[in-house]
């Protein structure tokens, strides 16, 4: 192969894995699936589970003077219908926060 060419398959590699980054982090939702399925290591429940919207922080106690940071860091909070389970635990809900254009999410905690 010619230089060129490796340059440019190299280039078209580069671009092909920051367009699929940005795809799974355009919505909450596969911001989300996409948490589950690579950071948590549970690629069936990523895929199969529902989300749903929650008021996490204004339904638990505990956690209702995090809601000004919610609303700071323009975040949400989402909870799994079908969680995975590790050690007898659900891993059910998760805050999502926006950044620019992308989403990011992070476990929270369960019930």
Do not use: C, Q
Request: hydrophobic share 40%.
């Amino acid at each position: 192969m010619n230089k060129k060419r490796k340059i440019f398959i190299g280039s078209l590699t580069m671009l092909l894995i920051a367009a699929l980054y940005i795809l799974f982090h355009i919505t909450p939702n596969l911001a989300l699936r996409t948490y589950v399925f690579f950071s948590m290591g549970h690629p069936v429940s990523a895929v199969i589970t529902g989300i749903r919207d929650t008021d996490y922080y204004t339904d638990h106690v505990i956690y209702k003077d995090m809601k000004e940071m919610m609303v700071k860091e323009h975040a949400k909070a989402y909870t799994l219908t079908k969680p995975p389970k590790e050690e007898n635990v659900e891993l059910s809900n998760y805050v999502v926060k926006k950044a620019g254009f992308l989403y990011f999410a992070d476990y929270i905690g369960y019930d």
